[in-house]
């Protein structure tokens, strides 16, 4: 679990500093103040001036901002004023942190197609009262002398009844297992002869060119179904059939990213990317709080033809803030009692 604590406070470090960097240069690029570059949130611990702009590090690292004059209001004819712009070019700003997770994602998975990832055969669940559990295996469990689920599946039912030896690796090491699957007559339905749930993991390297093209595509497809993932969980909300199970938060990610750990460090830049991808999407759903929320009160403004009340932007970014906190403390209740 230590190496997920370790990994995870580093992936947050490089997602924060990528979409607040994503705010700060477009910001810059259309001639305004930065007043502050901070990671994390406060209390500041340090900072130092660096031209115009301060630079701080602060407190709890679960978080970052970018503090552009007028960002939150004030004399719009101020001289390099956010305020002061067009709507499209504050659009723009407020779009660039979620653009820059979006590439961040995309390099990365275009970095592991281009470095492959060794073919193997994966264990994601272990279930209860079976072969698998009383033998000891766990998930992340890579299967030893198999590249597809299908050829390990093919195996395990032509030998039902029968005592097989199973190679695993886990953790470095590599086990050598007796086990028996069971026969048709006695698998509770909906489970294998193990009572495991696999995914083949792995491909071979591409060169450049396709590794940019098929990251590209694997990212959109992602991004795809995350909103989709995302809808489909709102729609339940508001018919009382909303399930978190399917939902990590803090836990859940620090157990998700130990795991990928044990498989290899190809395996954590994945893990990167889709958290990436994931930050990107739910970074530009029209919630207050989020940048969608933010963009969905510059559609307003133009609609309107003038700002909204600052305060109201204030308080109902506040009351989105405080929602998105008591989300995160009930998903994260539920990883606590999922370990």
Do not use: C
């Amino acid at each position: 679990m230590l190496i997920g604590i370790i990994f995870v406070i580093i992936f947050l470090s490089i997602l924060i500093l990528v979409h607040e960097t994503g705010h700060f240069l477009v910001a810059k690029k259309f001639g305004l103040l930065v007043e502050e570059f901070g990671f994390g949130l406060p209390p500041k611990i340090w900072s130092k001036k660096i031209g115009e702009t301060v630079y701080s590090v602060n407190a709890l690292p679960f978080g970052g901002f970018v503090k552009i004059l007028g960002e939150d209001g004030g004399n719009p004819t101020m001289e390099r004023n956010f305020a002061s712009l067009k709507i499209w070019k504050r659009a723009v700003i407020i779009s660039a942190g979620v653009l820059f997770n979006f590439l961040l994602g995309w390099l990365v998975i275009s970095l592991v197609f281009s470095i492959g990832v060794p073919q193997a055969v994966v264990i994601t669940d272990v279930k209860a009262n079976s072969p698998a559990i009383e033998i000891g295996l766990q998930v992340s469990d890579k299967i030893i002398g198999y590249n597809t689920t299908e050829e390990f599946i093919n195996y395990i039912n032509e030998n039902r009844g029968k005592e097989i030896n199973l190679k695993i690796g886990r953790n470095g090491d590599e086990l050598d297992l007796k086990v028996i699957p069971r026969m048709i007559k006695n698998t509770p339905n909906g489970e294998g002869a193990l009572g495991i749930g696999l995914i083949g993991a792995g491909f071979p390297k591409k060169n450049i060119g396709e590794s940019l093209w098929e990251g590209l595509k694997t990212s959109i497809e992602i991004m795809k179904m995350i909103f989709v993932a995302i809808y489909d969980l709102i729609a339940k909300v508001f018919v009382g059939k909303a399930n978190l199970e399917q939902v990590a938060g803090p836990v859940g990610i620090v157990k998700l990213t130990a795991q990928a750990g044990t498989l290899g460090f190809a395996y954590l830049l994945q893990l990167l990317a889709m958290i990436s991808l994931n930050l990107a999407v739910i970074n530009i759903f029209p919630f207050p709080a989020l940048d969608g929320g933010r963009l969905l009160f510059l559609a307003i403004e133009k609609i309107k033809g003038s700002p909204l009340n600052p305060k109201f932007e204030k308080i109902a970014n506040g009351i989105g803030f405080a929602l998105l906190i008591l989300l995160m403390i009930a998903i994260t209740i539920k990883d606590i009692v999922r370990l």
